[in-house]
């Protein structure tokens, strides 16, 4: 009988302390993986490190709702187009330089966060007052541009260190007839040591652009001349030519001079495409044709270019100002 009421007894206890543990079990808070917000510091390094990343993020986010605001339209991420030679073109990413008075280069037109202009080659262009400029020097080692261009053409930039070297601008709009204008001073010729910098680089105005492998462009080479061409299908064809500046060396343009360049592309009535290039070489508002030509069906040149395209600007190994860019329709 004692031995019956002992395990009565302890019967009881045994279950109690087995709720007891139980339920202990049951309410222990769980294990969290977050950083720690306790008032207490801490000196842990991964803890710092992930409060680094948020405040990085949330400024980032804060530049670019910034932008977006002035530029009423989503920041995209950019693509850089870059020519393996002067005309052939891979692309790379790159994140946006958040600045107001600079486009970036983009892959495509849609891309562009500018309304009026398109940079599809040469990374930066500036908008200071009156005056734009391509990028001028070389760009800083850190930059994502230099190490865009590195990757993809090292030999015609500089290790990327000057992706102006290949230089596009490009109107949002198309045009069918169109007459550009504008005034262009070279702040230097960049002798690299590329095989594809030779006597036909030049300052080009670009008219029917289709793509890069088909449009027409007019303008000044740095063996001195004044030229009209047309690239078709990849080829280059030139419709026109005439030495306008002479001397030695490897570019006879004149340097830290405004120089006036015009061209008109326009539809004839009977079928063909002509192209005109004028000059203001003193800068004194003195415009001389000095080129013209009607673009046909002909074997050895292909056919004239009659779709509408964009308009635009070129330039090779060369940083550039401009000002006074004007393009309109010449027919009203």
Same mark, same amino acid.
């Given at each position: 009988?004692?031995?019956?009421?002992?395990?009565?007894?302890?019967?009881?206890?045994?279950?109690?302390?087995?709720?007891?543990? $139980?339920?202990?079990?049951?309410?222990?808070?769980?294990?969290?993986?977050?950083?720690?917000?306790?008032? $207490?510091?801490?000196?842990? *390094?991964?803890?710092?490190?992930?409060?680094?990343?948020?405040?990085?993020?949330?400024?980032?986010?804060?530049?670019?709702?910034?932008?977006?605001?002035?530029?009423?339209?989503?920041?995209?991420?950019?693509?850089?187009?870059? $020519?393996?030679?002067?005309?052939?073109?891979?692309?790379?990413?790159?994140? *946006?330089?958040?600045?107001?008075?600079?486009?970036?280069?983009?892959?495509? @037109?849609?891309?562009?966060?500018?309304?009026? +202009? +398109?940079?599809?080659?040469?990374?930066?262009?500036?908008?200071?007052?009156?005056?734009?400029?391509?990028?001028?020097?070389?760009? *800083?080692?850190?930059?994502?541009?230099?190490?865009?261009?590195?990757?993809?053409? *090292?030999?015609?930039?500089?290790?990327? !260190?000057?992706?102006?070297?290949?230089?596009?601008?490009?109107?949002?709009?198309? +045009?069918?007839?169109?007459? @550009?204008?504008?005034?262009?001073?070279?702040?230097?010729?960049?002798?690299?040591?590329?095989?594809? /910098?030779?006597?036909?680089?030049?300052?080009?105005?670009?008219?029917?652009?289709?793509?890069?492998? =088909?449009?027409?462009?007019?303008?000044?080479?740095?063996?001195?001349? $004044?030229?009209?061409?047309?690239?078709?299908?990849?080829?280059?064809? =030139?419709?026109? !030519?005439?030495?306008? +500046?002479?001397?030695?060396?490897?570019?006879?343009?004149?340097?830290?001079?405004?120089?006036?360049?015009?061209? /008109?592309?326009?539809?004839?009535?009977?079928?063909?495409?002509?192209?005109?290039?004028?000059?203001?070489?003193?800068?004194?508002?003195?415009?001389?044709?000095?080129?013209?030509?009607?673009?046909?069906?002909?074997?050895?040149?292909?056919?004239?270019?009659?779709?509408?395209?964009?308009?635009?600007?070129?330039?090779?190994?060369?940083?550039?100002?401009?000002?006074?860019?004007?393009?309109?329709?010449?027919?009203?």
């Amino acid at each position: 009988m004692k031995r019956t009421r002992s395990f009565v007894v302890i019967l009881p206890l045994l279950i109690f302390f087995f709720l007891l543990t $139980a339920a202990g079990m049951f309410f222990k808070a769980p294990r969290s993986n977050s950083v720690s917000h306790s008032a $207490a510091p801490s000196n842990k *390094p991964v803890e710092e490190g992930v409060k680094s990343q948020v405040s990085t993020a949330e400024e980032s986010q804060i530049k670019k709702t910034a932008l977006a605001k002035i530029t009423n339209q989503q920041i995209p991420i950019q693509q850089v187009p870059v $020519a393996k030679q002067p005309e052939a073109a891979s692309t790379v990413s790159v994140v *946006p330089i958040l600045r107001a008075n600079v486009i970036e280069e983009t892959e495509i @037109e849609e891309k562009s966060v500018n309304s009026m +202009w +398109w940079l599809n080659s040469g990374a930066l262009f500036e908008i200071d007052g009156d005056i734009v400029r391509t990028n001028t020097g070389t760009l *800083p080692e850190a930059s994502p541009w230099r190490r865009a261009y590195s990757s993809t053409n *090292p030999i015609d930039t500089d290790q990327g !260190y000057r992706p102006q070297n290949l230089f596009r601008l490009l109107t949002r709009d198309t +045009w069918k007839n169109v007459e @550009e204008k504008m005034y262009v001073r070279i702040l230097s010729y960049n002798e690299t040591p590329s095989p594809n /910098r030779n006597d036909s680089n030049g300052i080009f105005l670009l008219g029917r652009y289709q793509s890069e492998a =088909t449009l027409y462009l007019a303008g000044i080479r740095v063996d001195g001349a $004044a030229v009209i061409k047309k690239k078709l299908n990849g080829k280059y064809y =030139t419709l026109a !030519y005439k030495p306008e +500046w002479s001397g030695t060396g490897e570019n006879l343009l004149p340097q830290n001079s405004w120089i006036g360049i015009m061209s /008109r592309v326009e539809d004839t009535d009977n079928g063909t495409v002509r192209i005109t290039l004028s000059l203001d070489k003193e800068n004194k508002g003195e415009w001389v044709q000095v080129l013209t030509i009607e673009d046909s069906e002909k074997s050895d040149t292909g056919s004239p270019i009659l779709e509408s395209g964009h308009a635009g600007i070129r330039s090779d190994f060369m940083d550039l100002e401009f000002r006074q860019m004007v393009f309109s329709d010449p027919g009203g």
